[in-house]
């Protein structure tokens, strides 16, 4: 008796099921665009997404992290002793670099080298100087943020292939009500290797500098905001799981997110 309630319980279930139609989906990875993560006036990169429309690096780039000195003190307070924990990161393309954080130094020194491979002459390199909120052994304040003491923007198109640059760079924050404030200076070395000739280089400013689908087929300006929001969630998200991880703010600070947003600042200056 049980099997036969089975069996007439399933070929009422068989009949309430209709077909009604089928869905057919194509689904696409359109690697042609570059999808610009940063300020598109200082990119670092200009490549498409895919890889094989790529073409092979020209050159390197070398950077030396060397110390900062007459940082502003950070975190004030009896307890807080006046300091600040310094690290910096920097971001050529796709690559991003972490140094160590020198604790409780206003003249930190890190001595630290990096390279990149360069595959356009015509972009950027971001250094950003912040201070480590997260350092200290006890409980943390919940939303305590990194602050950012300062940014260093150098454009590779400027420098003489080979030759070693040491400078000393101002850190300068803007405040609200003082204005631009001279945070302390960080001190670099770099220098640009290219593996072409200087004929080649000249040859370089003849090509399109954004890839081929952004002339043949324009993103609106709406369509192309909506992804370079999507690409800097994904990459805070990413840094996240880092270890150490690379907070949110920082990630913010690096990308200039706010940068283009209207106030009333930017529209009296206007």
Not at 29 to 40: A, N, R, S, T, V
């Amino acid at each position: 008796m049980k099997d036969q309630q089975d069996q007439g319980k399933g070929k009422v279930q068989q009949d309430q099921v209709e077909f009604k139609s089928k869905l057919k989906l194509g689904i696409s990875l359109d690697g042609g665009y570059h999808i610009f993560d940063e300020d598109p006036e200082f990119s670092s990169d200009f490549r498409a997404t895919a890889k094989k429309l790529s073409k092979s690096h020209i050159g390197f780039f070398e950077l030396g992290i060397l110390s900062a000195t007459g940082l502003a003190a950070m975190k004030k307070g009896k307890k807080e002793n006046n300091r600040t924990d310094a690290y910096c990161v920097v971001k050529y393309g796709p690559k991003w670099i972490r140094t160590r954080t020198i604790v409780d130094s206003l003249s930190p020194k890190w001595n630290e080298q990096y390279s990149w491979e360069v595959y356009d002459i015509c972009t950027f390199i971001t250094i950003l100087v912040l201070d480590n909120a997260h350092v200290q052994g006890g409980r943390i304040a919940e939303g305590v943020r990194d602050a950012k003491m300062g940014k260093v923007t150098i454009g590779l198109s400027t420098l003489e292939v080979g030759r070693i640059y040491t400078y000393s760079y101002p850190l300068l924050q803007h405040q609200p009500s003082l204005g631009l404030k001279k945070m302390g200076e960080i001190q670099l070395a770099f220098r640009l290797k290219l593996l072409i000739s200087k004929f080649d280089l000249l040859h370089t400013y003849a090509y399109f500098l954004h890839p081929r689908l952004h002339y043949t087929s324009p993103l609106s300006r709406a369509h192309t905001d909506n992804l370079s929001k999507q690409a800097v969630m994904l990459i805070s998200k990413w840094f996240k799981q880092a270890e150490p991880p690379l907070r949110e703010e920082v990630v913010n600070h690096m990308l200039a997110v706010r940068a283009k947003l209207w106030s009333m600042e930017r529209k009296n200056n206007l």
